[in-house]
């Protein structure tokens, strides 16, 4: 079965996007904390395997304001950037454990689809919330947009980076409970931009990360109005009734750390 | 003695470190086949068409066993103990619980094994299944096993286990107030960090070598000569190596079926559990339901207590009848109540069969009874402490099945808990010990129970 | 593929996909790392590459072509064993012994990185690694001697130390 899958081993970005073409038939392999688990259970057979480990892609990189992630970049590496955008870093030392967050990637992270049980991808949430462009590749060609964007439509797309602005300040908050082991039941993550705009983003409240425009724009009780943002539902962790009302409370302690940090 | 009080390493401690010991699955035998099964995807479902054919036709398939290739199909693990046979080793017509295996396929490597499994022909047709319960008693739930929703072969073919002590009714004409409680400890996983698995070699003299990584070995060596029909110096388990168990490898999972596959298939036959189905579709400590009425004076001594228990065993028998017996007699936990009136049922349900988990039946009713103290405490507005100390067993004190208490730890282990905790208890509480009742610790109620510990 | 395991090089024939987990167990017959959940939950396959503390059953046999893994079985032997098999041993932190190759190879690369005494430091290095028999005292006490440098005397056991503070009041 999986000895019948193409295994291809790009040893550049640029034979990378290459190899993926316009993603037909291509299961993407970052660390493979994520995927490996599908194929060794028979639940993924792919017909053609991209693995990302050699691609040189686990770049971190500094330009003025401007901080670009490499999708290949181990999501540990992620505390390098405690001083620019303290709720990645944080959010990234949430994730998993010391070896899984060394072998996952930010790329694989990012683009995890939802889990049979739970929620995936939670660095979608501070990321959302810097506002972050994604650059990535595939049918068509290169293209840079943003993340919001890319995660309502990256089937077919290799990621290739991020790259955000550093904000003035930044927060997040999570639900952190032993019971769900390494999977994060609900979190906020926070921004106030250099020009004062605040922006509000959240993971296990939906399919994938989104940011929370509605409660971004309430004058009055933003936790509360970030719940029409959501579409909530119960799952493997946590009931969409305890999501509901927990939701508000993790997106006014990011507020209140936001305020603290002015 | 030398051995008594010394801190002596473990003799299996340097193997541990140096990853030399021998788990089943360490176990290198040459021509070893991979195992899988097909499972139950319903709760409950009729099933027909079994068809293994393009399994077995496959390159790579060895051997393919359904409930045909099985001498006998339904062997009581507990028949010594009075429980009857019900469950079939593999699914016979129907399918009672998620997870219950129908058909395993040996082959070469665990992709082909997976890829036969997945061509092995069935048709379903699921029922409505019994998930809860307390409505299997309901005249309109499904009927579920064979027995009926519960199982009817306690001693004297009656359908519940009985305590009777005392007069019930006495004890709550006397009382002053009746404290009610109901408790539902919910299922819980083992979790072993070895999941289920055995290895099961067909020696060129006859018999079968089996790596079980079961914690009954003798036990388990005879539910496979039962269900395959051997004797039993036809088969050499070799065991003792367990990675975690807890009572949950008790209950030859693996065995009996690896068997069956070598000798079908004249190869060795290993299956090993993935962890999903060691979660899904191993047995469980069982989930059980109580409600428990005591009997109280306002000076907080307990006069009788009227229980009922729901003990859910899923789809099959299994260990069940047994726990719920250790459970009666502990029924009143660490605490003397002389009017008694229990009643416990076996309930089936189309859940994975329960079984043994360390303390078997008798956690649960621990965990009611000591709730429902601190409950009667509060409910009186007595001090908790005080309360256990005044039911305490002591000596010459009898348990519900009437064993006379000669050495009974209560009143030391709750004066060690206040101390612990640092609560100063009252004098006359402070100077309690385990000894004969006497004087104030004598009520009236408590005196017919009292017996002399010299004479047993 | 080429792997060299415990200082001894290897030609492999498993598939490129083939998991780090399985070329050890399957085709070089080194048993140590256990596959108690294959996907990255449980941290009984656990061993170190290139130094680095990773899980095997996640671990693609290509993204690792060329690399230096470490088993237990190259920590040391039963005539010469390492600190951390010493002070498992000594602190009686195996019961069942499952967990116990995970355990070691993540506090091997923890008193490696300059790892210090601290409980809570320790639990958090040692995260990802479940254990069912013993509670997890006893591993972080064995790890934090080996920190601190004790030495041990294999003929018998530590005391009771009472409870571990794993991060509650004192």
Redesign the interface.
């Known amino acids: ?3 019948a899958t193409e295994v291809l081993l790009p040893a550049s970005p640029d034979e990378a996007s290459e190899q993926f073409g316009d993603g037909d038939d291509v299961t993407v392999i970052g660390g493979g904390t994520i995927v490996v688990p599908e194929l060794t ?2 639940r993924l057979v792919p017909k053609k395997a991209l693995l990302l480990s050699r691609a040189g892609l686990d770049t971190l990189a500094h330009q003025g304001d401007t901080v670009t992630i490499g999708a290949g970049l181990p999501v540990h590496r992620l505390a390098e950037l405690a001083d620019d955008a303290q709720a990645l870093a944080e959010c990234a030392l949430n994730v998993a454990d010391y070896e899984v967050r060394r072998q996952g990637t930010v790329g694989g992270n990012v683009c995890a689809q939802p889990g049979p049980d739970a929620p995936r991808g939670d660095l979608q949430g501070p990321l959302l919330a810097l506002d972050a462009v994604a650059r990535s590749t595939g049918a068509g060609g290169e293209r840079s947009e943003p993340l919001e964007d890319f995660l309502a439509s990256r089937d077919g797309r290799l990621l290739l980076d991020l790259s955000f602005e550093r904000p003035a300040a930044s927060a997040f908050a999570a639900l952190r409970y032993p019971h769900t082991h390494a999977y994060t039941v609900l979190a906020v993550s926070g921004v106030r931009t250099t020009s004062g705009e605040t922006r509000l983003a959240a993971t296990g409240v939906a399919e994938h990360g989104v940011r929370l425009h509605r409660a971004e724009g309430a004058v009055d009780d933003r936790g509360v109005a970030a719940l029409a943002d959501v579409e909530l539902a119960d799952d493997a962790l946590a009931s969409a009734w305890y999501r509901e009302r927990a939701l508000p409370v993790l997106v006014r302690r990011v507020l209140a750390t936001l305020e603290e940090a002015a | 003695m030398k051995a008594v009080g ?5 003799y ?12 089943v ?2 176990v ?1 035998v040459p021509g070893t086949l991979w195992t899988k099964a097909l499972r139950s995807p319903a709760h409950s479902a009729t099933f027909d068409g079994l068809d293994t054919s393009k399994a077995e036709a496959m390159p790579g398939v060895h051997a393919v066993i359904t409930w045909k290739d099985v001498p006998l199909l339904e062997y009581g693990h507990l028949s010594a103990l009075g429980i009857p046979a019900d469950e079939p080793l593999l699914a016979k017509d129907e399918v009672r619980y998620k997870g219950q295996p129908i058909a395993l396929v040996a082959a070469e490597d665990e ?1 082909t094994a ?2 036969a499994v997945e061509a092995i022909g069935i048709e379903l047709e699921e029922r409505e299944p019994l998930l809860d319960i307390r409505r299997a008693f309901d005249d309109d739930a499904p009927k579920i096993h064979q027995w009926g929703n519960w199982y009817p072969h306690f001693e004297g073919e009656m359908d519940c286990r009985q305590i009777r002590k005392g007069s019930i009714d006495d004890a709550f004409a006397q009382a002053d107030t009746i404290v009610q409680g109901v408790y539902r400890p919910a299922a819980i996983e ?6 289920q698995v055995s290895l099961v070699v067909p020696e060129a003299n006859g018999r079968l070598t089996i790596y079980s990584c079961t914690q009954a070995l003798y036990f388990s060596m005879g539910v496979v000569a039962a269900h395959l029909g051997l004797p039993l110096n036809k088969l050499k388990v070799v065991g003792g190596t ?3 168990g ?1 009572g949950g490898k008790v209950d030859t999972a693996t065995e009996t079926m690896c068997a069956l596959l070598a000798q079908k298939s004249g190869r060795p036959v290993k299956w ?1 559990w ?3 189905e060691e979660f899904l579709c191993s047995s469980t400590r069982a989930p059980w339901h109580m409600e428990v009425a005591d009997a109280v004076t306002k000076d907080g001594w307990i006069l009788g207590r009227k229980m009922l228990t729901l003990h859910d065993s899923g789809a099959y028998a299994r260990f069940s009848p047994y726990g719920l017996t250790k459970h009666s007699f502990h029924h009143t936990g660490a605490y003397t109540i002389p009017n008694l009136h229990f009643d416990g049922y076996v309930v089936f349900t189309n859940r994975v069969p329960t079984t043994a988990m360390r303390g078997f039946g008798v956690t649960s009713v621990s965990f009611a009874t000591e709730t429902h103290m601190s409950r009667i405490a509060d409910v009186l507005g007595l001090d908790p402490y005080e309360v256990r100390l005044k039911n305490a067993n002591r000596i010459g004190d009898t348990s519900p099945n009437r064993i006379v208490y000669t050495d009974p730890s209560t009143v030391p282990v709750v004066k060690a808990l206040a101390g612990g905790m640092d609560v100063e208890l009252a004098p006359e509480y402070a100077a309690m010990g385990p000894g004969q009742r006497e004087g104030d610790l004598l009520p009236e109620h408590l005196v017919a129970q009292l017996a002399d510990p010299e004479d047993h | 593929m080429k792997l060299t395991v415990n200082g001894i090089s290897h030609e492999l024939t498993s598939p490129p996909l083939a998991t780090l987990l399985d070329v050890l ?1 399957e085709e070089l ?1 080194i ?2 790392p ?6 990255g ?2 941290g ?1 396959c656990t061993v170190l590459v290139d130094g680095e503390p990773q899980r095997a059953c996640l671990t693609p046999l290509a993204a690792v072509d060329g690399s230096e893994v470490t ?3 190259g ?4 005539e010469e ?1 390492s600190a951390v ?2 002070a ?3 602190h ?1 932190a ?1 019961q ?6 995970g355990m ?1 190879i993540a506090a091997e690369a923890y008193v490696a990185r300059g790892g210090t005494d601290d409980h809570e430091a320790i639990q958090e290095a040692l995260g990802g690694h ?4 013993t509670g997890y005292v006893k591993i972080i006490d064995a790890v934090a001697a080996v920190a601190r440098g004790d030495s041990f005397d ?6 009771s130390a009472g409870m571990t503070n794993l991060g509650g009041v004192s």
């Open positions: 079965m999986t000895q259970h028979g | 010394a801190r002596l390493p473990r299996d401690g340097i193997e541990h470190v140096t990853g030399r010991t021998q788990y699955d360490d290198r992709e997976m890829a083992h979790v072993p960090l070895e999941t367990v990675g975690g807890f090993r993935t962890r999903e | 167990r017959g048993t140590s256990k596959a108690g959940c294959e996907q939950g449980c009984s088993t237990v079985e920590l040391g032997s039963p064993l098999q010493q498992f041993t000594h009686y195996a069942c012994g499952f967990c116990t190759s070691m479940v254990c069912r028999c294999l003929t018998t056991t530590a005391p």
